[in-house]
């Protein structure tokens, strides 16, 4: 994948904001919508702590290599790398489908206590993200590079890792939003059924 820096950052700019539009919707919400679990699949809220521990590894190490990299001009072009393109795919939710994958321990929040708090640290999160793909319009995405937080041994070009990591907090908020989705299809479910036996 070939394309200019600054069409890749508005497109991610543009997801990230949808994001956060939907995120603060969810604000609305009572804690026990919220907290919603069916069965295995996590709540609206460990939807987000999820995205906040990835968020805690990939906001600081994207700052790092912004601030080691010298600027360059905003007219390069970004040219994907060959296992970042296929993570960034792979991540990237295709046409509301999205690929299901296990989560590592240390990112799994499934066992978490989990309040409002957790969407006010997403919401921080996602400010600085838009804070850092703003910065790095002028950065050379194909040469910088960034560790990524399955393994010491990689390291993926600053511009597949915002595809990456932009494209997993879409995968997650769409997978927030079908939790609900579920939660209100289940109370119509028992609303008709308790006006049948009524």
């Not at 708090?117 to 194909?142: A, M």
């Amino acid at each position: 994948m070939q394309i200019e820096n600054n069409i890749l950052i508005d497109d991610l700019l543009q997801r990230t904001e949808k994001c956060i539009r939907t995120v603060k919707d969810f604000q609305t919400l009572s804690i026990e919508q919220l907290q919603f679990k069916n069965g295995e699949r996590w709540s609206v809220l460990e939807c987000l702590e999820h995205l906040n521990l990835y968020g805690d590894f990939y906001l600081v190490e994207i700052e790092k290599q912004i601030i080691a990299n010298p600027r360059k001009s905003s007219l390069t072009k970004f040219k994907s790398g060959v296992l970042g393109n296929y993570f960034a795919n792979l991540m990237e939710v295709k046409n509301g489908k999205i690929t299901k994958m296990k989560s590592p321990k240390d990112k799994n929040p499934s066992k978490s206590n989990l309040s409002v708090t957790t969407i006010n640290r997403f919401l921080k999160q996602q400010e600085r993200l838009v804070s850092l793909l703003n910065q790095c319009r002028s950065i050379d995405l194909t040469k910088t590079k960034t560790a990524i937080s399955l393994t010491n041994l990689i390291k993926l070009r600053l511009g597949d890792t915002l595809r990456f990591y932009t494209y997993h907090i879409e995968r997650h908020v769409l997978q927030a939003e079908r939790a609900l989705t579920e939660q209100n299809e289940l109370a119509k479910d028992i609303n008709r059924k308790q006006l049948q036996h009524g």
